[in-house]
């Protein structure tokens, strides 16, 4: 599975972006996409990840209320619209695939990485 992220920039704070990523490859092994970040000098934290069906999304509680996860299966591509920007919001956002079968796995797969930038 590769995992190809856009949508990323620079934002004034109250502002919005809209993050996309593509799915290619084995993309029947996908069992969760997400949405992580990493902030200069902090460890990588799950912004928000759904499950194959939608059946289950999860957020981190610092974006409730303000970013929403969607994914479209024919397109295979993950969405994470994100309003009302804090600076606090500023990382590096990765796309995550986690990946498996019924006797193997479950592996993650991750994208190159976008930069959100959210200045005051």
């Known amino acids: 599975v590769q995992l190809v992220e856009s949508g990323g920039g620079l934002v004034q704070a109250g502002g919005s972006l809209r993050l996309s990523c593509a799915a290619s490859?084995?993309?029947?092994?996908?069992?969760?996409l997400g949405w992580y970040r990493q902030a200069p000098g902090k460890q990588r934290e799950l912004v928000a990840n759904?499950?194959?069906?939608?059946?289950?999304?999860n957020y981190a509680d610092s974006v409730k209320g303000r970013f929403t996860i969607s994914r479209d299966n024919a397109e295979n591509t993950v969405y994470l619209q994100m309003n009302s920007l804090k600076p606090e919001d500023t990382a590096v956002y990765f796309c995550?695939?986690?990946?498996?079968?019924?006797?193997?796995?479950?592996?993650?797969?991750w994208g190159q990485g976008t930069q959100v930038t959210v200045s005051s």
């Open positions: 490859g084995t993309t029947f092994s996908i069992k969760v």
């Open positions: 995550n695939a986690r990946i498996g079968g019924r006797l193997w796995g479950p592996f993650d797969r």
């Open positions: 759904i499950t194959n069906d939608g059946s289950v999304i």
